[in-house]
């Protein structure tokens, strides 16, 4: 396959903060320069920018041996923890050989390898392709709202299916689930073409802030049905844990995450809850926010209370120095912040004509003991996914 040449961008953008300059404690230097059209391990060529993080960019890019298309995700050089390549080292063999059906909803690694910048050394993902994050897909396509109901029941569903195959046979923790890392899956290349074609016609917009530098724009298409993939692993956890430290972004915590209590796959588990609740409407379920905007971890232990219900003393006893923090010796809210009013699930929900079988299900899997949550095997035959309590 030739190596393509594209043209130069009319507009080049001066002023405006763009894409990964945005990120809090931003370094250029961490990031390689990457430039559309170059090709990486004489193979790899770079074709537009699909997106960005705070460890790494992405690009779509063209496999001139294999003649497909593939994304090369390129982490910042100053990355102390390779997570995502040693759990994909251990899951891919795996993957090869097991007929659990979570499989293929797994994001494929394909090839991997490192690259000198003019700041250090960068590894670099090859994976399969894919669409845009249900995240961006409904900021984008649906600001002032949620997906359908049975949309997210079949989002939640190939979720819990992955879950099940990196939970039981890959011995995996992700602890990063949220819509962000769920992805629209591609039918064939063919989609990815108009991309290809619209940076040859009609090159993205881009700042060049050094000699050898230029940040692009990311392009996006529009989705199309598929199914999900699970995606980025750099924050999972391998073997049968228990496991400590924070993970998840704040407000998807699970209560023994902030308790600072060992945890395991049932962080998993909350986190499938609050993804349903994300995907159905335009606000998070928990914001870790009192009513003056400030976040804290009482703030948000309060919304649980609220939403929850106080927590059994089984549970508090298990650190009981933090939750002396929190709650006296008979288990009473020292009232660090204020519990929020009308918070029930009930009061919550009102997207849904009939949310019986909705909260039910977050009923299951929000809870204060982890041991209470389901597995992800069990989830998935919940009768709110099954459809045995369907809204009309």
């Known amino acids: 396959m030739p190596i393509l040449l594209f043209?130069?961008?009319l507009l080049t953008i001066l002023l405006f903060i763009l894409e990964e300059e945005e990120i809090p404690d931003y370094e250029a230097s961490r990031f390689y320069p990457v430039h559309i059209g170059e090709v990486f391990k004489g193979r790899y060529q770079a074709m537009t920018k699909l997106g960005f993080g705070s460890s790494s960019t992405i690009w779509l890019?063209?496999?001139?041996?294999?003649?497909?298309?593939?994304?090369?995700?390129?982490?910042?050089?100053?990355s102390r923890f390779h997570r995502e390549l040693p759990?994909?080292?251990?899951?891919?063999?795996?993957?090869?050989?097991?007929?659990n059906p979570g499989r293929n909803n797994?994001?494929?690694l394909l090839d991997s390898f490192e690259i000198s910048g003019p700041d250090g050394r960068h590894k670099v993902l090859v994976m399969q392709p894919a669409q845009m994050s249900l995240r961006d897909f409904k900021q984008v396509f649906r600001p002032d709202g949620g997906f359908d109901e049975n949309f997210v029941r079949g989002a939640i569903q190939e979720l819990l299916k992955a879950l099940d195959f990196i939970h039981e046979e890959a011995q995996l923790v992700h602890t990063d689930i949220h819509p962000g890392n769920l992805l629209l899956s591609l039918d064939d290349d063919s989609q990815l073409e108009p991309l290809v074609d619209m940076e040859l016609k009609s090159p993205v917009d881009r700042k060049k802030v050094a000699e050898d530098r230029t940040i692009y724009l990311s392009r996006s298409m529009r989705p199309k049905p598929g199914p999900m993939l699970l995606s980025d692993f750099g924050e999972a956890r391998t073997?049968?844990?228990?496991?400590?430290?924070?993970?998840l972004p704040i407000q998807y915590r699970a209560p023994e995450v902030i308790m600072c209590i060992a945890w395991n796959r049932p962080v998993d588990i909350w986190s499938v809850g609050l993804t349903a609740w994300d995907l159905l409407g335009p606000n998070r379920l928990f914001t870790a926010k009192d009513e003056d905007g400030d976040m804290y971890d009482a703030a948000h232990l309060a919304e649980l209370i609220a939403t929850l219900g106080p927590p059994p003393q089984e549970f508090l006893q298990r650190n009981g120095e933090?939750?002396?923090?929190?709650?006296?010796e008979q288990g009473k809210w020292l009232g660090l912040a204020?519990?929020?009013?009308n918070r029930s699930l009930e009061d919550l929900e009102t997207r849904l004509k009939d949310s019986t079988g909705f909260i039910a299900f977050l009923r299951r899997v929000l809870t204060w003991l982890p041991e209470d949550r389901p597995t992800a095997k069990e989830l998935v035959q919940d009768p709110w996914l099954t459809g045995e309590n369907r809204s009309t």
Do not use: C, N, Q
């Open 322 to 328: 933090r939750a002396a923090d929190f709650w006296d």
């Open 87 to 99: 759990v994909y080292e251990s899951m891919s063999p795996i993957l090869t050989k097991t007929k």
């Open 61 to 78: 890019a063209r496999d001139l041996r294999d003649r497909k298309y593939v994304a090369i995700k390129i982490y910042v050089h100053t």
């Open 7 to 9: 043209p130069p961008s």
């Open 106 to 108: 797994i994001r494929h």
């Open 239 to 247: 073997g049968p844990g228990p496991f400590a430290g924070d993970i």
């Open 338 to 341: 204020p519990i929020p009013k």
